[in-house]
């Protein structure tokens, strides 16, 4: 199968990585995923990590273009960041070399920065994701929201992204679900973990009134209820959800207001994230239309490393 890969696309974040085999026309040939992200990497391993993790497909001399934080501070190489504004179709032509990794030309995408007076903010992959949207659903222009772990919204404007903004919604979550205090209040470790869609729209409710007391009075009602019995520790974890992702949306609409962005909002990630996010947006107000990313980064990767050049080396000059 080497011999018919012309670019192994990656994505390698914090706690997750995956990766795309395409072919010369940027068709899918094979894709891999694990949870090797940069947490899971000892000793700084990165080349090591990933030459277990791409196997053969190394073997014809396909170039590598990686995005996400891989290229952070903590990650294999640090790849400067962009600063706003930032012409999606231009990002091939400011790629970090990774020149230690023999039989295959390694470089990875440079993320996103907003540096002002008023405040600064970083992205690292999500513009790849944005990339593929434009490239795949001819979007130039709209509001984009990519869920996660920090969870992004961005404004694009003639294929020129022009500010964003970042929630640590998925991070808290993490941290308030397994840990301290509200932690007390959930199931277990061996419990199974299921949705629930009224205590979420309980929660969401709660937190996006007009007069809703401030998030971090309102995290601690989710001990207080379950203290008397009026939250159960099934419905606490998507009370919790509901009660974060409420106070971001809720956030996120005064930013678009202020920009006079409107509310069609393009969201970008997991089928899973998407459905709680359309299912927040309906009571928000938001027109939501769902992208799922693996669908649009195996694009994006592969149009970065034409650009770079990388393909003729293999191929021939792909266009």
């Known amino acids: 199968m080497a011999a018919s890969i012309a670019c192994i696309a990656v994505d390698w974040g914090t706690s997750n ?14 894709a891999k995923a694990d949870d090797q992200g940069l947490l899971a990497v000892k000793d700084r391993a990165f080349a090591e990590s990933l030459r277990a993790f791409a196997g053969d497909w190394l073997k014809g001399g396909a170039p590598i273009v990686m995005a996400g934080m891989v290229g952070s501070r903590a990650g294999w190489r640090e790849a400067q960041y962009l600063e706003t504004p930032v012409d999606l179709t231009k990002i091939g032509g400011r790629l970090t ?3 230690d990794f023999a039989g295959n030309a390694v470089r990875i995408v440079p993320g996103a920065a907003r540096n002002e007076a008023g405040g600064a903010d970083v992205m690292r992959g999500e513009e790849c994701q ?15 929201l990519l869920p996660g772990t920090h969870a992004k919204w961005a404004i694009l404007k003639h294929g020129i992204l022009t500010d964003f903004r970042t929630y640590m919604t998925g991070e ?3 941290h308030l679900r397994k840990g301290g205090s509200l932690s007390q209040v959930m199931p277990g470790p061996s419990e199974a973990e299921i949705f629930d869609g009224a205590a979420f729209d309980r929660g969401f409710a709660t937190a996006f009134a007009a007069e809703a007391p401030a998030i971090t009075h309102l995290l601690f009602t989710v001990r207080s209820l ?9 419905e606490a974890p998507s009370y919790l959800s509901g009660l974060l992702i409420s106070a971001e949306m809720k956030d996120a609409l005064g930013w678009l207001k202020a920009h006079h962005a409107g509310t069609r909002v393009t969201a970008i990630g997991s089928v899973k994230l998407l459905e709680t996010y359309d299912r927040a947006a309906h009571t928000a107000g938001i027109s939501l239309e769902r ?12 149009a970065i490393a034409r650009e770079a050049g990388l393909l003729r080396q293999l191929a021939g000059d792909i266009r």
């Open 17 to 30: 990585r995956r990766a795309w085999a395409l072919d010369p026309a940027g068709g899918v040939v094979a």
């Open 97 to 99: 070399e990774i020149a």
């Open 130 to 144: 944005m990339l593929g949207a434009l490239l795949t659903r001819g979007q130039r222009d709209g509001v984009f």
């Open 172 to 174: 808290l979550y993490g």
């Open 226 to 234: 379950s203290l008397f019995a009026r939250l159960t520790p099934a």
């Open 291 to 302: 992208v799922e990313s693996d669908d649009i980064l195996p694009p994006a990767l592969f």
